[in-house]
């Protein structure tokens, strides 16, 4: 039985992914959106669009154009922070410039003395302590 290219006729399995669906996929992959949730957009598995990047080249090198097309948007979404620059690894100019302002920040306050609290003779203010201290 061979896969027909229109829904309803002749024999075999429904073409769910057809070349709108995978430019739809392309689509939504490079505009940001993760792989589950591009598939789930078109309205197919996460593992169709797989099966036809292992089965089709052409297709594949595609998905990856989309996919580094689409985390470099990603990662444009993602304000620029020390977290970010030392989670994620990104080297953007605004992420190393917080960064550095946090080290500097860190050393700063590590290199001053901790305040030191007063320490009182509890033993006479205490009445327990007077009790203890008859007691010995």
Known sequence: MTATTEPGRGRGRQVLFDE???Q???AAVADGMRLGEAAAHVGVSINVPRRHARTDTAFAARLDDART???KIRDDRIPHS???YNNQQCRHPDCR?????GRAHRRQ???EP????ELRDARAESPISFSLLKAS
């Open 114 to 117: 901790a305040p030191v609290a």
């Open 97 to 101: 410039a917080r960064a550095r302002e």
């Open 69 to 71: 097309q689409g985390k």
């Open 24 to 26: 739809q996929y392309l």
């Open 20 to 22: 709108t669906a995978r």
């Open 109 to 111: 306050t590590a290199a």
């Open 82 to 84: 020390e977290a970010h």
